[in-house]
């Protein structure tokens, strides 16, 4: 059964990373930031567009590992219609999902096809990185951010 578990996040994971959801650049995007990790190469640029105190629109645009890709996607499909405080308090739950392999109690829904990358201590910054960048895009920073 966790092998099956397993065989099945990866394919999630290998799904999000050939077919990005919400790929590309958004033109009506009011906050953007790029995170990079050199160890792995990872580069990956969040569009945001924040309205009304809510995500309202989010897309991505980079180059890198399937992890750090499939990570971008799902994020762009977690994060909408959220307030920032509420990116941030998922970004702590996956933070910590990712690092422990816990998820605690918290339902994450398909980010938890990222629970394995804690085995993988080189393969955490790459599901981290776009979280690092969308915290930089909602706080206003037009900058590179980097998992160094
Ligand atoms: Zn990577």
């Not at 945001?48 to 399937?66: H, I, L, S, W």
């Amino acid at each position: 059964m966790l092998e099956e578990l397993q065989d099945l996040y990866q394919q999630v994971i290998l799904d999000h990373s050939r077919s990005p959801r919400n790929y590309g650049v958004l033109s009506t995007a009011n906050r953007k930031a790029q995170g990079l990790n050199p160890l792995c190469g990872d580069s990956v640029t969040l569009y945001v567009k924040v309205e009304n105190g809510r995500v309202e629109e989010v897309m991505f645009q980079g180059a890198g590992c399937a992890i750090s890709k499939a990570s971008a996607s799902l994020l762009t499909e977690s994060v909408k219609g959220k307030t920032p405080e509420e990116v941030r308090a998922l970004f702590a739950r996956v933070h910590e999902m990712v690092t422990t392999g816990k998820a605690g109690s918290a339902d994450l829904g398909k980010l938890a096809v990222f629970t394995g990358v804690h085995k993988y201590p080189a393969r955490v910054k790459c599901a981290i990185l776009p979280w690092h960048a969308m915290l930089a895009a909602l706080e206003g920073k037009d900058e590179k951010v980097s998992t160094e």
